[in-house]
C-alpha cells in the first residue's frame, strides 16, 4: 500500500513564528503536491514538485514556500505564520500522468494564535 | 475559469437506499474526472476515476459514478447506502496538463 505521512496531525503555533509541515510518501511518486482544505473552499493547491529540487506556484502560494530535497521528502514553510493560514494542510504525492490519480496523507490540522 | 460544482452541501440518505452525490464542472478540453472521500480526521481517499471508454465507472466500496459529456456531469452512485459511507465526499477534475481542481466538497449522512 502507498503510504504519505505527514510529521503531525496536530499543531499550534504562534503569529510571525517560522513553521515546518514535513511529507514523507514511499512508492517514489515522481509528483508531490501540498494543498489547504478549508470548509465550502475544497481543496485548493499551494505548490507543487514534479521532480527533486523542483518546484512549481500552485493557487495560492502567497505566505509559503516549500522545499524538495530528496525524492521522497516534500516539505512546507510558512515563513512568518499568519492567523488567515490556520487550516487543514494536506500533502499528496502520485506518478506522473495526468490520468493517475493521487495520494494522500492524514493532514496536519495547523491553529496559529 | 475552471471550476468544479457540488451543488448540494449536504445529501442525507437513509441505509439501504441508493445514493447520488453530484458534481458538474466547467473545465477546457476533455479532462479526466476523479472521486475522492474524506473520513473524520483523515486525509482523502481515492474511489474512482473516468479516463475513457464506458460512461459507467465502477470503483471501491461498491460506489459508481457516470460521466456525462453533454452535461459536464460525473455523479457518484451507490445502489445501497451503507451508514459506515458516510463521509465527505469531493469530486475532481485534470484538465490533460494541468493540475487537479477540487469541488466545495459533498457531506453525506447515511442514516440508520
Known amino acids: 500500500d502507498v503510504k504519505v505521512t505527514q510529521s503531525s496531525r496536530y499543531l499550534v503555533k504562534r503569529t510571525g513564528e517560522k513553521v515546518f509541515l514535513e511529507c514523507v510518501q514511499d512508492?517514489?511518486?515522481?509528483?508531490m503536491f501540498w494543498y489547504r482544505q478549508d470548509p465550502g473552499l475544497g481543496l485548493r493547491l499551494i505548490y507543487f514538485s514534479y521532480d527533486v529540487k523542483m518546484k512549481e506556484k500552485g493557487d495560492i502560494p502567497e505566505g509559503y514556500s516549500v522545499s524538495r530535497e530528496k525524492k521522497e521528502r516534500f516539505s512546507l514553510i510558512l515563513e512568518s505564520a499568519s492567523t488567515n493560514q490556520t487550516s487543514m494542510y494536506l500533502c499528496a504525492s502520485g506518478w506522473g500522468g495526468a490520468n493517475n490519480e493521487q495520494f494522500f496523507g492524514p493532514g496536519t490540522r495547523l491553529t496559529v494564535l | 475559469a475552471q471550476s468544479v460544482a457540488q451543488p448540494e452541501d449536504q445529501v442525507n440518505v437513509a441505509e439501504g437506499n441508493p445514493l447520488t452525490v453530484k458534481c458538474t464542472y466547467s473545465?477546457?478540453?476533455?479532462?479526466?474526472l476523479f472521486w475522492y472521500v474524506q473520513y473524520p480526521n483523515r486525509g482523502l481517499q481515492f474511489l474512482l476515476k473516468y479516463i475513457t471508454g464506458d460512461n459507467l465507472v465502477k470503483g471501491s466500496y461498491g460506489f459508481e459514478a457516470e460521466f456525462n459529456k453533454s452535461q459536464t456531469s460525473f455523479h457518484l452512485k451507490k445502489p445501497s447506502a451503507l451508514v459506515s459511507d458516510s463521509a465527505l465526499y469531493f469530486c475532481a477534475v485534470r484538465p490533460y496538463g494541468q493540475n487537479f481542481v477540487f469541488g466545495p466538497g459533498t457531506r453525506l449522512s447515511v442514516l440508520p
Open positions: 473545465v477546457s478540453g476533455n479532462p479526466y
Open positions: 512508492m517514489d511518486h515522481e509528483n
